[in-house]
């Protein structure tokens, strides 16, 4: 498979002015790019998460469907599908809000991939464990996509160890 590069889009819209706060995406040809991590810090996580991982991977030709979304106090995967792949994000929520940390396929859903990438051990357990219960009423053809992500890629500035390389054909 070909990589391709995943294109961000900055879009959202805050009735309130917050600061500005961007972190690096490394990508598979060792490129970097900034995204805007703005957004509300509270409110309902499930929505708050959606939010933001439409602004940083939809565009109008290629919709981003989210879901579904675990969380586990301050720490949340979530399952996305767009353009006939897939995948799941690790995100932490923070003083700004969301941020995603890392997309990863089926290895991210276990309580050691967790702890690894930084999640801590209870906390792992806990989300890995709200993962399956979240998951257990998806369809195959969903698990499939979450499934098809190869490897882990590292999706900003986090004590996130767990980059590794095989992400082709991800993205949009």
């Known amino acids: 498979m070909k990589p391709v590069l995943i294109l961000i889009t900055a879009a959202l819209s805050l009735s309130a002015p917050m600061a500005s706060h961007a972190a690096t995406m490394q990508m598979p040809d060792g490129t970097t790019m900034d995204m805007p991590m703005d ?9 708050l998460i959606s939010d933001v991982l439409r602004t940083m991977f939809e565009t109008p030709d290629k919709p981003l469907a989210i879901g579904p979304v675990a969380v586990h106090g301050t720490w949340a995967i979530a399952g996305w599908q767009q353009d006939g792949r897939g995948g799941r994000i690790l995100l ?5 809000g969301w941020r995603p940390l890392l997309c990863s396929g089926d290895a991210i859903k276990e309580a050691d991939a967790l702890a690894k990438a930084g999640v801590p051990a209870d ?7 709200a993962v399956k219960d979240a998951e ?3 369809d195959l053809k ?3 996509a979450f499934a098809s992500f190869e490897g882990t890629v590292t999706l900003g500035a986090a004590s ?5 390389s095989g992400h082709e054909g991800h993205g949009k």
């Open 136 to 138: 257990a009423h998806a």
């Open 92 to 96: 932490q929520n923070g003083e700004h």
């Open 123 to 129: 906390v792992a357990t806990a989300l890995a464990a």
């Open 142 to 144: 969903t698990l499939q």
């Open 39 to 47: 957004q509300p810090p509270s409110g309902d996580p499930q929505q």
């Open 160 to 164: 996130v160890s767990a980059a590794h």
